[in-house]
């Protein structure tokens, strides 16, 4: 009886044994593992404000809303008086936008111009010039500053070159290409590049500052009132 029973104890012994082993053997068996993960970088654009706006040679009127940097564009200018009350040369603003993109872009504007005038001497469309001012790719942090931009418009409205008195009907008129709001009656490309910004976090705030140039030359304009209103876009082609 005895012998039986450290036969059992015998037996036990090894099957816990032999349990421990495969318990041991088996921890043993996976000693790394991998983690899958995959994402995506979408096409990214943005235009905001780029700061305060100029607007000289005015008579009356101001910026109603100023444009604040880093905000939505959303400005609002009173030209104030337009006919020949305005002794200036030209009443000009110049709105800066902020451009940022990861990716090619391209920057397009549409405009619309009503008057209350009822004859062809009130303000049109071909009244107000449009152009792009002098800027440059800054070498601020993170900034693509090797990447060239191409201007659509002719510049500066207020340039020598970009208009000149009609000769027949005396009226000022803006003749060089896109000089003016009327060649942007449906949306039509301004300015257009390569990327902006490099491999740098959202909250670098750096990005390209452009100015966009709005002018209107005082003259005898049928008496009323003008409303023009310019939207911005920016899209990645």
Partial sequence: MLNSIKRAVQVASGALLLAMTAVVSQAQVNTSGTVSMSGTVSKFVELNSGGSVTLTGNSGGGVTTDGTVDNALA????????????????????????LRSNTNYVLSMSATVSSTGSSTNKITAADIGFGVGSFTRSTAVGVNSTG????????????????????????FEYTATRSNLSAFSASTTVLSGPRILNAVPRSNSNGLVVPAIFAV??????????TATATFTIAAP
Avoid at 148 to 171: C, H, I, Q, Y
Avoid at 217 to 226: I, L, V
């Fill in 75 to 98: 400005v609002v200018l009173n030209l104030g008086e337009l006919g020949p009350g305005n002794t200036n040369s030209f009443i000009k603003a110049s709105v800066p936008l902020k």
């Fill in 217 to 226: 030359k005082p003259q005898f304009y049928e008496d009323g009132s003008t």
């Fill in 148 to 171: 060239t931009d191409t201007d659509n418009t002719s510049g500066d409205p207020t340039n020598v070159a970009n208009g000149a008195v009609n000769a027949t009907s005396g009226r």
